[in-house]
């Protein structure tokens, strides 16, 4: 036999060994056998609940409250839940199998938040952290012989909770900005923090229990938690593991280790070793390592490389005189990632240092966005399908990276693996935002375990990138936002500079952390935690960027920063009118400035500025003020849409081009990072989201997929509109040879090209961006009719003709000044159900042909009510007849589509009523 051979049936053995090896046993308290009940504090309000959730979901099913929670105001009007106290119940028995273990503990995964869980009488825990799994030894109080066992969580309001905290040790901000109609003192409690309320969100907190409960019963040895840190070596992969354990006893000092690592076809290795069982902070663990040979795994790489994203199952398994004690199964990628913090020029380091993302060696710009909580409600952001849906979303459109934003919650580990599998690069933040904390010691042994018990649980994960203490608050502790006093100050650096960076440092030295999100970085971290000068740099760490001026012009990259890495920019849009429509009463629309609508906009002067920046490119003067009646409502709305797509797009697309570029004087340019704000949205509501509540995609959505795509076409409009540099930009490995640039000049009255200019691109750097044409337009293009009738599209295409990218709308001037005195027709000319191709994710495919007689800015078809997404959607139509493609979520017969398949340009939002 060979030796693969060999370790291919040892591996097969030691995995049906494994499996009919006796390891500990789950009784699941939260499965269907298992009833429980809920109630309110005065016993008023009681029915049947269901465990993993929480009171909001319960009171829906019990049809108590209404299944739309936000119907108009009902973010306030359901606020009373939040202010109650509710009492979850249940009685169960335990297994005699359980029972003959010599250790049986109680754990969840997960309550919300604040709560006192007894069991027969027995107070187990006052729990009062949201992020935190617990343990409880129970077998002293357990009953058996099938006797009743009464287990009681009872909620304390986390509002009320938070609001007595506070008053015992005041720390600020008391209360989110009035406009949010939220709740105050989140930052004294460990919960969700936008769940008091945000600038995009209702303030709705539940109340439940949001994770798995259980029993859990062993004998001897448990494994609570694995950690992998893969490191590269020479010629091979070093993989240490160090396991936590729980003895039932004293008398396990030292185990047999057996670890095997597969992937899905074949087994990889095996690794035996004894080791002894030690103890740190008087936790018992074991700690091993191993080499992996390097030719015998595949590496793992972000999306959009053309490369894969190849996981290995690794198990780790404890024996004692070849008894299997305890096992637990991973998964892990092979891969490194770095954060490089180096001076741009060497030996000065005033000119800033760099800040990118390294993965397998090389330098990964990073693309995306930030992702919020699925739902306001905890309970109700678990669900898998709504992490699937916006993570393949987020990969369809080619981003590379996602930050997982610190109001929001650690996400469920479907939610990591799903990334592992997707190549999106993950920045995890600490779930702190926007606020100063307390740091007494009950407060701080609260974060200490949610810190461990995070890292612990997410650090093996291929797609964890970079852990970051807190969102925004490095920036808002320096500029005293609300606190100018030195303790302030110091208090922040204790909570984030030592005991989070400490902890991160200790429990997982591989994978990056930054202090905060923005941060200055490197030179934070120099300065003592907080920036000596100010925080936002833009040559050194992240930075958040926002225009809040009233009248930029969004399509003209000249008015967007330069910085290093853009972690946060965008801008706000107003939500699809069909989802205002379910979610309240016609009168509620008829007028702009109604308590509805203005209630929905929780950003101060939110409503103006998205008025003002749609308005300074897109409304022709004259017409403005129709924009406010409530008869042209769905208009403005799409023009949001649209405003919001272009500057959000021509901001990433400066980002992009910015990779290679460097101002020797300002230490400004190397931009390797560009997350707009925000992914996904919460509610119906004006906000920066790209994809709304029910998982539909705005036009931004789709903007982004074609400014993210692998390849892509960058202008430059900084001089004026006569003036453009145009950049190929590629994230590729591999040069690529021959490229052709396309750039097609039209006029708006007709689909005539003007003129076709063609330059042949010898070699496309990988890795790069670079100025391919440039120079006065008119003069480039021998442009003879006037610019403020033209445009141009651009696009790249390999000798062969086949595309690149898509081609690039590129403007010289903006609409509103161009003169559409005949509306474009369009017409959708036939749909067609077509086979469905191998992703079963989608259930219907259709095509659709659309014609045209005029080019046609913004062209957007509409499915509506049915799910799903279209190829493209959102662009200039230059063709007189063009395809697209529909997928569809459900499956949707023809006729259905064709009723509801509606397609409109922006001259068709020009058109007054
Ligand atoms: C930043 C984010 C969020 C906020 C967004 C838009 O502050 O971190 O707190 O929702 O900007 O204002």
């Given amino acids: 036999m060979e030796r693969r051979d060999i370790f291919l049936s040892f591996g097969l053995f030691f995995l049906l060994f494994l499996s009919f090896g006796q390891t500990s046993l789950i009784q699941d308290l939260g499965s269907e056998a298992v009833k429980w009940t809920f109630e309110n504090k005065n016993k008023s309000v ?90 409880f030894p129970v077998k002293n109080f357990l009953k058996k012989d099938g006797s009743p066992n009464i287990l009681e969580v009872a909620f304390e309001s986390t509002i009320k909770y938070a609001a007595n905290k506070f008053e ?7 209360c989110v900005p009035e406009y949010f109609n939220g709740e105050c003192h989140v930052n004294m409690v460990r919960t969700m923090q936008a769940s008091f309320g945000w600038d995009w969100g209702p303030a709705l907190p539940s109340q439940g229990i949001w994770k798995n409960v259980r029993l859990e019963g062993y004998d001897g040895i448990t494994i609570r938690d694995v950690k992998y840190y893969v490191e590269r070596e020479q010629n091979s992969w070093k993989v240490n593991v160090i396991a936590f354990l729980e003895l039932e006893d004293n008398q396990t000092k030292e185990v047999d280790v057996y670890i095997n690592l597969a992937s899905n076809e074949r087994n990889v290795l095996q690794h035996t070793e004894p080791v002894k069982i030690i103890e740190i902070n008087k936790e018992p663990i074991i700690s091993s390592s191993f080499s992996v040979p390097e030719e015998s795994v595949e590496l793992w790489w972000p999306n959009g490389m053309n490369k894969s994203q190849p996981l290995y199952n690794i198990i780790i398994a404890l024996s004692k005189n070849d008894k299997i004690l305890a096992s637990k199964t991973n998964r892990i990628g092979f891969r490194t990632i770095k954060l490089i913090q180096v001076p741009v020029v060497k030996r000065d380091s005033s000119k800033g240092l760099t800040f990118h993302i390294e993965v397998n060696g090389y330098p990964i710009f990073a693309k995306g966005s930030n992702y919020v909580p699925g739902n306001i409600i905890p309970e109700k952001s678990t669900d898998p399908k709504l992490a699937e849906h916006l993570l393949r979303s987020s990969a369809e459109a080619g981003y590379n990276m996602l930050r997982v934003w610190g109001g929001g919650v650690y996400e469920t580990d479907y939610f990591y693996d799903l990334c592992d599998e997707l190549g999106i690069m993950i920045w995890q933040d600490f779930m702190f935002a926007n606020s100063l904390y307390p740091v007494d010691d009950d407060f701080l042994g609260e974060v200490q375990r949610e810190v461990r018990g995070t890292v612990r649980r997410l650090q093996h994960h291929a797609c964890i990138a970079i852990w970051a203490g807190n969102n925004e608050m490095e920036g808002a502790v320096q500029d005293s936002w609300w606190d100018s006093s030195e303790q302030a100050k110091k208090n922040y650096i204790k909570l984030f500079g030592h005991v989070i960076r400490d902890l991160v440092l200790e429990e997982d030295p591989v994978t990056p952390f930054v202090v905060s999100s923005p941060t200055n970085g490197l030179k934070t971290v120099n300065d003592g935690y907080l920036p000596q000068e100010s925080a936002w740099s833009e040559i050194f760490g992240d930075t958040h960027v ?39 009463i016609e009168e509620d629309l008829s007028d702009f400035n109604s308590k509805f609508i203005s209630r929905r906009q929780h950003q101060a002067g939110g409503t103006q500025r998205v008025f003002a920046q749609t308005s300074t490119i897109l409304m022709h003067k004259s017409s403005e003020s129709k924009y406010r009646e409530a008869k042209n409502l769905d208009k403005f ?51 920066w989201g790209g994809i709304d509540h029910e998982g539909k995609w705005k036009m931004l959505h789709y903007h ?11 202008v430059d409009n900084e001089k004026g509109f006569n003036h453009i540099s145009v950049y190929a930009v590629s994230d590729l490995l591999e040069d690529l040879q021959n490229v052709e640039l396309e750039v097609k000049v039209y006029n708006w009255g007709s689909l005539e090209i003007v003129k076709i200019k063609k330059i042949n691109i010898e070699i496309m750097g990988n890795l790069s961006a670079a100025v391919v044409l440039e120079g006065d337009v008119k003069n480039l293009l021998h442009i003879d009719s006037k610019l403020e009738s033209t445009f141009l599209t651009l696009q790249l295409k390999e000798n062969d003709g086949k595309a690149l990218t898509g081609p690039y709308f590129h403007p010289l001037q903006t609409l509103n000044s161009v003169n559409f005195s005949i509306i474009p027709d369009l017409k959708i000319l036939q749909v067609v159900k077509k086979n469905m191709a191998s992703d079963p994710y989608y259930k219907s495919l259709f095509e659709i042909e659309i014609s045209t007689n005029k080019p046609a800015p913004y062209v957007w078809l509409d499915a509506r009510e049915i799910k799903g997404r279209f190829s493209e959607n959102g662009f200039v139509l230059t063709d007189a007849t063009y395809k697209i493609e529909f997928l569809a979520l459900e ?7 064709k009723k509801a398949l509606t397609v409109q340009s922006y001259c068709d939002a020009i058109t007054m009523l």
């Avoid at 499956?891 to 589509?897: A, G, I, L, V």
Wanted: aromatic content about 16%; proline content about 3%; glycine content about 8%.
């Fill in 46 to 135: 009681s029915g049947k609940a269901t465990v993993p959730g929480g009171i909001f979901n319960d009171l829906q099913n019990e049809g108590i409250l209404s299944g739309q929670l936000f119907y108009r105001f009902g973010d306030t009007e359901n606020r009373w839940v939040s202010k109650d106290h509710w009492t979850f119940r249940t009685e169960f028995k335990v297994s005699s199998e359980i029972f003959d273990k010599n250790k049986i503990n109680f754990i969840t995964d997960g309550l919300n938040t604040v709560a006192t869980v007894t069991l027969n009488g027995v107070k187990l825990c006052g729990c009062k952290n949201l992020f935190t799994r617990f343990v």
């Fill in 168 to 174: 015992e040790n005041p720390v600020y901000p008391s």
């Fill in 546 to 584: 926002y225009k809040y001026g009233y009248s930029e012009d969004l399509m003209e990259s000249g008015i967007y920063g330069i910085a290093r890495f853009v972690s946060e920019y965008g801008y706000q849009s107003f939500p699809f009118l069909s989802n205002w429509r379910k979610e309240t």
């Fill in 637 to 687: 709305i799409f023009l949001s849409q649209i405003s919001q797509s272009v500057g959000t797009g021509v901001e990433a697309l400066k980002h992009r081009r910015l990779r290679n570029f460097f101002n020797a004087s300002s230490g400004q340019g190397l931009t390797m990072g560009s997350m707009y704000w925000q992914l996904n949205d919460v509610w119906a509501a004006p906000s």
């Fill in 704 to 714: 982004m997929s074609k400014i993210f795509a692998p390849v892509a076409i960058s």
């Fill in 891 to 897: 499956e949707t017969n023809e006729s259905e589509f």
